[in-house]
């Protein structure tokens, strides 16, 4: 039976954005609610995959996941209050080619405005003000994804809004944009590198992938690795560092 389709969803958005407020948000609150629970299960799916030691996790960190879930719910919400003014346009009707094409564009524009922002962060004492919390954790655990500073996860909310007030992506291409950002959000929090026994030759394409070891090195070592996907814009700017990060999990 066919509960729910793409094609159901620029009605579900119109009866969401002429609703009250209240329920909109609940909605979008939810389903980031979700995202975190899916999330994490994954990271712990993977952690014992590989008989991986389990850390738990602090009352404060999901004090603080809950938080940035809350935010992101804002976030869905402004997003939503755009499209109905027609700021923020999205297509729905599907085209490989678009789809592809808008994947490309959003994985790629967002690698690189993301890279920037932290980049600029960590030059600043905004690391010291706003990042720091992020970077309590020398060697990550998946909840540490949402460990954020609400100023942070405003501002990676805003920058993805504004491109998305760019171009009219096509909707299958965010649904998998967002997917991808939350897999390889989880895959650089592991704290242990899942693909260290993969074959790879100088054309791999994990070479220029965020990998685990990648953001986990970023966390041992801050003044490298400020990517987020790829490795690329760290490999333009000078700030790549390869290899393997030096503490984290252990096996059990
Ligand atoms: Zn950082
Ligand atoms: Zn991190």
Redesign the pocket.
Same mark, same amino acid.
């Given at each position: 039976m066919d509960f729910f389709s793409l094609s159901d969803i620029p009605s579900l958005l119109t009866h969401l954005a002429d609703g009250p407020v209240g329920i909109s948000l609940f909605v979008f609150w939810l389903l980031n609610v979700l995202i975190l629970g899916m999330a994490l299960g994954i990271g712990q799916l993977i952690l014992r995959g590989y008989h991986q030691q389990i850390r738990p996790n602090r009352p404060k960190d999901w004090g603080i996941g809950m938080l940035t879930v809350s935010i992101n719910a804002l976030i869905t919400q402004f997003g939503l209050y755009l499209y109905s003014l027609g700021y923020l346009q999205v297509d729905f009707v599907w085209q490989p080619s678009k789809f592809v094409l808008g994947l490309l564009g959003l994985f790629f524009a967002m690698d690189l405005f993301m890279f920037i922002f =932290?980049y600029f962060? *960590?030059q600043t004492k905004l690391h010291k003000i706003i *990042?720091s919390l =992020? *970077?309590q954790a020398m060697h990550p655990k998946p909840i540490d994804l949402f460990v954020l500073h609400p100023i942070e996860t405003l501002g990676f909310g805003i920058l993805f809004i504004g491109v998305l007030c760019c171009i009219s992506f096509q909707i299958h291409a965010i649904l998998i944009y967002l997917m991808l950002n939350v897999l390889f959000g989880i895959i650089g929090h592991l704290g242990f590198e899942p693909l260290k026994k993969w074959p790879k030759n100088k054309y791999s394409l994990l070479n220029y992938l965020g990998t685990s070891s990648f953001h986990h090195l *970023?966390h041992e070592d801050?003044s490298c690795n400020?990517g987020f996907y790829t490795n690329l814009w760290d490999r333009l700017f000078g700030t790549y560092q390869k290899g393997e990060a030096r503490g984290g999990n252990k096996m059990i």
């Open positions: =932290h962060i *960590h *990042h =992020h *970077h *970023h801050l400020f």
